[in-house]
């Protein structure tokens, strides 16, 4: 452990347990704070869903950011950590590794990773954002949940080699501090081009769900908070969060 990474051998949430940190009174998470874990107990995506850890089987992050944006810009955060993480697996295993909009790394239209961003504001303003990065490195067929809500793999199921998680770690570290030095230079432009170019869902029908609704249409652009472009039958829709899928 470190003044700036802290790692366990078992947590609840490596999510959880940066948030815990960065809002300490007496010694809070600066900016670039790191919590990793070799497994997780209570792993969660969004919407209080769960998120499969097993032990040494995957990457279990967590960054802590303190960025001067609005609110209405933590959109872009999720993206560049999903860049990130995708070039991190991407460097480890050479495989073609897509995003899909708003959380999602694939390889091949499934799901071999996921972005979980929590932002806590305070007075309108953001006090920090807590990015959390699951890869699934060693994975095996029933280390996933019984049904996802999108088809699941690994880096072991696509290439038959297991990864070193403590390289991979270490990797997807280096990329999330990269893309973030890049995206505070001004490179959000750049970055938002490059996660359309590889964003599995550009020029396809998909399907939108939410907790009220279903809809579908052609996902067409990425806008410049980060929200999805949805173009249906009755016309354009903002997608501010939910799940998108290929087939209904
Ligand atoms: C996500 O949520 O994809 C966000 C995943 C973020 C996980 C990291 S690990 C480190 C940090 N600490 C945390 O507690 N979380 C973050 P979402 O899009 O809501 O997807 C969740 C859904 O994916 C679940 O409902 C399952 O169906 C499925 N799922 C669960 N575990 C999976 C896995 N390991 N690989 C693929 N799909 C999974």
Redesign the pocket.
Known sequence: MNALHRHFESIG????EAKKWARDESTPAPHGAIVSAEE?T??????G?????PKGK?V???IVWRPKIAPTQIGQLTIVTALAASRALKEMSGLNIETKWP??ILFNRK??????CEAEIKNGEIEFIVA???L?AN?EQN???K????P?TSLLIETGKPVSIANLQAACIKTLQREYSLYEAGGWDSQRAEFIARCAIIGEHVWVRDEQQEYSGVATNIDDDGILMIQTATGTRRVLAG?VVFNK
């Not at 949430?13 to 959880?16: A, K």
């Not at 209570?42 to 919407?47: A, E, N, W």
């Open positions: 949430s490596t999510n959880d997780q209570f792993g969660h995506g969004r919407r869903r769960d998120w499969a850890s995957g279990y992050l967590s959380n999602d799901k071999i990773g996921g972005i979980l959390g990065v699951g699934n994975f280390d996933f949940p049904r996802p809500v999108f699941a799940d």
